[in-house]
């Protein structure tokens, strides 16, 4: 067969051994082929990455090869994906902060000579300039903006450097872009389509609905940790002869250390993944889970993202989280195999707090981005010389656990106010520019913090409500909306 003869229906046959498409994947490949731009919601595990993935392996008529570019969040999903497409032999690659220097350097230079039709990188690699020396050799044919939700500011896991879009999609030369989520409310879709800059007409949304028939989905009232964990050992218990995993989420770290001494007394074996371990530890932790070793893991909500583990038998949230968006990801990460999974969340109206908490943590107010910029800028040297904990002393002294901090430098990096590096050993920061009108505009910054409130809110209302909750879950994410408009922000 010559190349010209080639078709997608081809490509899923010898490259990825399915016989036929499904739901609405050969309308979408056919559309990102054609040159045009798409929003694909489509359920986890019902096959998203071959929208962008087969369109990139097709024949192109350009005189040197062309690559398709995916921005992803997520350093396990680009590593789990590459690996699948080399092992079907696919010319694919990532680059990201878990490379050695000498390893991403010689990637650049593949990629530089023309090698790879695919290559994984997260949106902040866009701030490198070796990376964009490298990237503006090639013809990029396709971006692919993978999770998509957290390009939207108004999405539950807003990514800063994801709202560059623009200005990314423009140093690309403007190439068909497909972004592609699980999850989006009619507002956050609307947001994605203005933060790719595009017009609602240019782009094709694709909405294949968000149910998952094999989902069993539960809430328990519960009070303190004993009820907490009477729960936790059931589930367990009813899975123990299950070939499969499950996964306890928790919020905070350490109530997650607490809940695993008390399963240890109980002689409940399990492992534990969090942000404090050593990066080693939490590879081997994942490897192990991947490989179905550790059949119950105790994790904050980072664990398990973007992983494609077919036989998660149950996902339980030990403390509620921070929006519907949220819960909806984590869960959606039981039963990718089809078979019956367990999803439960355990309430206890005590952990409103926490996350209340975390939301007021994400939305500093205008006063809060002014006191932190005049410290970083007209304070530098002992800025400089004494860190994080000097700042959080000056901001807010009697509060450690106070994290307004981190979010505003992230921010300000995000919009070039200032650049560098800062965590709790060292602090250096450079000030380009002034406050951006943004950051200082009250109005916004409140609608954010009340939109924050709101998806919180609707998660307690998905807990107290006793119709059906499938349905309650629909109408939040407006499935039965097909059209995307520009709410009036």
């Excluded at 036929?20 to 309308?27: I, K």
């Excluded at 390009?151 to 539950?156: L, P």
């Excluded at 550790?294 to 904050?300: E, I, Y």
């Excluded at 206890?348 to 107010?365: C, G, K, V, Y």
């Amino acid at each position: 067969m010559t190349s010209s003869q080639m078709k997608p229906i081809h490509v899923l046959h010898q490259l990825f051994g399915f016989e036929g498409f499904r739901g609405s994947q050969a309308a979408i490949i056919d559309r990102v082929l054609s040159g045009g731009h798409s929003l694909v919601i489509m359920p986890t595990g019902a096959g998203k990455s071959l929208c962008y993935q087969i369109p990139a392996l097709m024949p192109d008529n350009e005189d040197s090869p062309t690559v398709t570019l995916v921005l992803s969040p997520l350093i396990a999903l680009m590593k789990d994906q590459v690996d699948a497409l080399r092992s079907r032999g696919i010319e694919a690659t990532y680059i990201n902060s878990s490379l050695s220097r000498e390893e991403r350097e010689r990637r650049y230079s593949e990629v530089a000579a023309g090698q790879y039709r695919l290559l994984y990188v997260t949106p902040e690699r866009f701030r490198k300039r070796e990376f964009l020396d490298v990237i503006d050799r090639r013809s990029v044919r396709l971006l692919a903006v993978d999770e998509a939700h957290c390009i939207s500011e108004w999405g539950h896991d807003f990514r800063p450097d994801y709202s560059r879009l623009i200005e990314i999609r423009k140093r690309l030369g403007n190439p068909t872009t497909i972004a592609l989520t699980a999850t989006a409310t009619p507002d956050v879709q609307a947001d994605i389509v203005r933060q790719l800059g595009l017009h609602p007409d240019e782009i094709e949304l694709f909405h294949e609905g968000i149910d998952r028939p094999n989902l069993r989905l539960n809430v328990q009232v519960v009070w303190g940790d004993e009820e907490k964990l009477e729960q936790i050992v059931a589930v367990r218990d009813w899975y123990a002869t299950s070939t499969g995993s499950g996964i306890v989420y928790f919020t905070l770290i350490r109530t997650l250390e607490r809940f695993s001494e008390l399963l240890r007394q109980r002689r409940v074996p399990h492992v534990c993944y969090h942000g404090d371990l050593e990066r080693n530890d939490r590879r081997r932790i994942q490897n192990e889970f991947m490989q179905g070793h550790c059949p119950l893991v105790l994790a904050t909500p980072a664990f398990g993202m973007g992983i494609d583990k077919e036989d998660i038998r149950f996902v339980l949230h030990a403390e509620i989280p921070g929006s519907m968006e949220a819960w909806y990801q984590e869960i959606g990460r039981a039963g990718r195999d089809g078979l019956p999974s367990d999803c439960l969340l355990l309430y206890d109206e005590a952990d409103l707090t926490t996350q209340m908490e975390f939301i007021r943590w994400s939305n500093p107010d205008s006063d809060f981005y002014h006191r932190v910029y005049d410290l970083v800028a007209h304070d530098y040297e002992r800025a400089t010389a004494f860190g994080l904990d000097w700042l959080r002393e000056q901001l807010h002294a009697k509060q450690k656990h106070d994290h307004r901090l981190e979010t505003v430098l992230g921010m300000l990096d995000r919009y070039g106010v200032i650049e560098g590096t800062w965590d709790d050993e060292r602090l250096q920061i450079e000030v380009l520019s002034s406050l951006p009108d943004e950051l200082l505009d009250h109005e916004r910054l409140t609608l954010k913090l009340r939109r924050d409130q709101e998806k919180l809110l609707a998660l307690v209302r998905l807990i107290r409500h006793e119709g059906d909750r499938m349905e309650f879950i629909r109408e939040y994410f407006g499935q039965s909306r097909r059209e995307i408009t520009v709410p009036n922000f």
